[in-house]
Antibody, heavy 119, light 110 residues
């Protein structure tokens, strides 16, 4: 069975930082691009960032450039998202997902972790 | 305002057929594959259709996808109550250098 399990979400004040993790089991992330996709409460899906198998290429949505950083540890079979200078509009459920190439589809998906940015 | 345009909602009776449209431009759908995701209430999204019309293993063949020019569509035949969900289209956008999603369509089975 394939599992992606996100952790690290929680309540943080505006301007604060948080580090999300995504641990994979039954799925070897080293063979895939990996991505973060978020969903604000009651809203649709928004792609956030993607990273190549060896970490040499990264893509970000404009609204998070310079504030959020995607990284991976293939030895630990884990994906990360370092979130700095957080804003209210970053409040969302963050999903990690495997991706077949930067332009490809997302599969599998984790269950998500909620990040709430509020004072 | 999403880059890809979907109707906010559609509804149809059980056992009928429904289609959900996804409209884009030459920078996304016109030159890249479209993927569709199903999100059941309270659940994470799940891949439904990939590369415009291909079904992942385990997905019912009641679901089908197509693409023409800068638009794509998802069809669901033989509607069942468990098909009630939000459906999202997505594609790579060459101008934005990123993946863009449609705003999502809520399907109600009457």
């Amino acid at each position: 069975e394939v599992y992606l399990v996100e952790s690290g979400g929680g309540l943080v004040q505006p301007g604060g930082s948080l580090r999300l993790s995504c641990a994979a089991s039954g799925f070897t992330i080293s063979g895939y691009w990996m991505s973060w996709v978020r969903q604000a409460p009651g809203k649709g899906l928004e792609w956030v960032a993607s990273i190549k198998q060896d970490g040499s290429e990264k893509y970000y949505v404009d609204s998070v450039k310079g504030r959020l950083t995607i990284s991976r540890d293939n030895a630990e079979n884990s994906l990360f998202l370092q979130m700095n200078s957080l804003r209210g509009e970053d409040t969302a459920v963050y999903y990690c997902a495997g991706q077949v190439g930067p332009t490809g589809w997302f599969d599998p998906w984790g269950q998500g972790t909620l990040v709430t940015v509020s004072s | 305002q999403s880059v890809l345009t979907q109707p906010p909602s559609v509804s149809e009776a059980p056992r009928q057929r429904v289609t959900i449209s996804c409209s884009g431009s030459s920078s996304n759908i016109g030159n890249n594959a479209v993927n569709w995701y199903q999100q059941l209430p309270g659940k994470a999204p799940k891949l439904l259709i990939y590369y415009n019309s291909l079904l992942p293993s385990g997905v019912s063949d009641r679901f089908s996808g197509s693409k023409s020019g800068t638009s794509a569509s998802l069809a669901i035949s033989g509607l069942q109550a468990e098909d009630e969900a939000h459906y999202y289209c997505a594609a790579w956008d060459n101008s934005l250098s990123g993946v863009v999603f449609g705003g999502g369509t809520k399907l109600t089975v009457l």
